[in-house]
């Protein structure tokens, strides 16, 4: 009765009863071993379950169209032997071409951006106008056009995903928490002026280019070629070129980092949120190159994935957002015990570099905390000095300065950088510190290696915003 139902059924239902009826009578058999199946009734149901393999492939792939097709242009078309092993080779010399004119054109962006900035002399007080790619083209009642914000010629273009742009120029994007007029960006962006006949002269040297970049630590973003960037509908651009991972990739190196975070009782109310938002912006500046975990502590040391304890995992996409809502779930309560979370954090990272895993590169503790009080000096001694191979950030939350000294020492004593997070608009710029003192190592050396980043796609709107991807 059962098999006579189903041939009134769809093929991909018929496969799952087909299925769901063979696997009960192997379990019956295997128990009974006595009974036997004859050789007739397995070869009709392996002809019948191959038959409904066969029916529902050809349906859903469209084999008999395509067959159709080729006798259609059977007349007109010939068979070559192709040499797979030749054919590879050839795609790998174009692959290798075409990478390295990216890999030149990004050479010779760094060559004239050192030079720029080695004759380049800060000037505190330098007034200087550059095309804000905010406020081009804007006018005033009167129709004349505001500060930074002079005419800039815009013609769509076809190989920029048909945006108004300017191939002749770049132009600066400021975030909209940056002073666009602080000393800091307008040195910097008088400095990298010099970039601009190089971007004309890498896009006609490889015309297969789009969008080239320029992130500067102190946040301006130089875009070439230059757009009209508008603001999303409350009129604020949240982009920042420092938090994109192909800024932090090619600035820090890959990275194991462990986050320690307080949760004792003195961590409730606004302490604790902007703990958890501290380390969603920590986990923001991570990607796949980099190995992660959680520790939160208060009265014991626990994982804030139980699965992942004793380890590190990959930062990547999936392993952050899956982080992020752990981190939410986290309450505050019991006392305080840092030099248990210390020691278990030194433990992770020590194991993963004796085996050989992880990043093999920079490796750090990021502890989030209100206060250290206890006697935690033996634990780095035992741990991390004379040799300090793990650096430590220190965190401190909260506006109470009393313990500011025990995290300072921590962070100076472990070639860290310590900070003091306040409020919540606190975060984001006091995260992105540590990423300064983990390029240190790389800009001492003189590293001059092209960071290859996973695939960049960045958030795009539909009224001509910025550009949508690398």
């Not at 900035?117 to 905010?134: G, I, K």
């Not at 509908?233 to 920042?240: C, K, L, P, R, T």
């Amino acid at each position: 009765m059962m098999l006579c139902c189903c041939g009134r059924l769809s093929p991909a239902v018929r496969l799952w009863i087909t299925l769901w009826i063979i696997s009960p009578s192997r379990l019956f058999y295997s128990a009974h071993a006595q009974i036997r199946i004859p050789t007739e009734t397995v070869k009709l149901w392996a002809d019948a379950f191959g038959g409904e393999m066969f029916s529902l492939a050809t349906k859903y792939s469209g084999s008999h169209l395509l067959q159709k097709k080729y006798k259609d242009v059977e007349s007109i078309i010939k068979i070559e032997e192709v040499d797979g092993l030749e054919l590879v080779r050839k795609f790998a010399e174009k692959m290798e071409e075409m990478l390295g004119r990216k890999m030149k054109a990004v050479k010779r962006l760094v060559n004239a951006a050192e030079d720029a900035d080695l004759y380049h002399e800060y000037n505190a007080s330098l007034e200087y106008d550059y095309f804000n790619s905010v406020k081009v083209n804007e006018r005033d009642d009167d129709g004349n056009y505001g500060e930074l914000g002079s005419e800039f010629i815009l013609e769509s273009n076809e190989h920029f995903n048909n945006l108004p742009v300017n191939t002749s120029l770049s132009n600066i994007q400021v975030p909209t928490n940056v002073y666009n007029k602080d000393p800091g960006i307008l040195n910097g962006v008088y400095m990298s002026e010099a970039l601009n006949p190089l971007f004309v002269d890498n896009f006609e040297r490889d015309p297969t280019l789009t969008w080239q970049y320029f992130g500067s630590f102190t946040g301006f973003f130089r875009l070439y070629p230059g757009i009209k960037w508008q603001p999303d509908e409350n009129g604020v651009i949240a982009f920042d070129c420092r938090n994109r991972n192909w800024y932090i990739q090619a600035a820090t190196s890959p990275k194991d980092i462990v986050i320690v975070v307080d949760i004792s009782g003195s961590m409730k109310g606004l302490r604790l949120s902007i703990a958890k938002h501290t380390i969603t912006t920590i986990l923001d500046t991570m990607g796949e190159n980099d190995f992660v975990n959680i520790i939160a502590y208060n009265d014991y040391v626990h994982y804030v994935e139980p699965c992942f304890k004793g380890t590190l995992v990959q930062a990547d996409l999936d392993n952050r957002e899956h982080f992020k809502l752990l981190v939410e779930e986290l309450h505050a309560k019991g006392m305080g015990t840092v030099k248990k979370a210390l020691k278990e954090a030194f433990g992770i990272l020590s194991q993963f570099n004796v085996t050989g895993q992880g990043s093999l590169c920079n490796q750090a503790i990021m502890l989030i905390t209100d206060g250290a009080v206890e006697d935690y000096k033996q634990v780095f001694e035992d741990y991390n000095w004379p040799d300090r191979k793990v650096r430590v950030f220190t965190y401190l939350i909260g506006r109470e300065v009393t313990f500011a000294d025990n995290a300072k020492w921590i962070a100076c004593n472990n070639k860290g950088y310590y900070t003091q997070i306040s409020t919540l608009a606190d975060v984001q710029e006091n995260v992105m510190e540590y990423l300064h003192v983990l390029s240190r190592p790389m800009v001492i050396n003189h590293d001059h290696d092209i960071i290859w980043t996973e695939a960049y796609m960045d958030s795009a709107v539909s009224d001509l915003s910025h550009p949508k991807g690398d």
